[in-house]
């Protein structure tokens, strides 16, 4: 969201910063089904219009009030638990469907992902994997300790 209000070299980020999240924060979030601040504190930011612009205030700032206020937070809470966890079966089938698994052998040649940050370069034009490595250990599953190529043709010579 910030990404959208910044200009292009990206100097105002920190004084759009407030009301960006202002606008996270009172947002109805698709995986909850409520904003951030009405599953924190059970009701509705308050915004400066609804304070310059008359309505129906009928609640009193009494024990019941609060009483209210906890009660509609945790009914809040337990719909929301429920559409977090819809949408995480639904980002699990996506995942699964589009996932395959690698294995490799000791002694495999691999690229290696490693992001790379240059000021004044674009991100999109700058390699991200770099090679060649053998795998000269398993760690675990999906971990594997690997050795540059580099270091084998300085031995060699």
């Known amino acids: 969201m910030l990404s959208m209000y910044t200009d292009v070299e990206q100097k105002i980020w920190d004084t759009v910063l407030p009301f960006v999240t202002f606008a996270y924060n009172s947002a109805k979030q698709s995986s909850t089904g409520f904003s951030p601040f009405f599953l924190i504190y059970g009701r509705n930011i308050t915004t400066p219009l609804d304070v310059i612009l008359p309505h129906n205030n009928d609640q009193d700032h009494d024990d019941s009030y609060v009483q209210q206020l906890i009660t509609r937070s945790e009914e809040a809470r337990h719909p929301a638990k429920i559409h977090i966890k819809d949408a995480q079966a639904s980002d699990k089938r996506r995942y ?5 698994s690698v294995s ?26 770099f090679s060649p490595y053998r795998i000269t250990r398993q760690m675990s599953e999906v971990t594997y300790e690997v050795e ?3 270091t084998d043709k300085k031995d060699v010579n």
């Open 148 to 150: 540059s190529m580099e």
């Open 96 to 100: 699964d469907a589009r996932h395959r």
């Open 104 to 129: 490799y052998k000791i002694g495999d040649l691999v690229w290696v992902y490693t992001p790379i940050r240059k000021v004044g370069l674009s991100e999109k034009l700058l390699r991200r994997y």
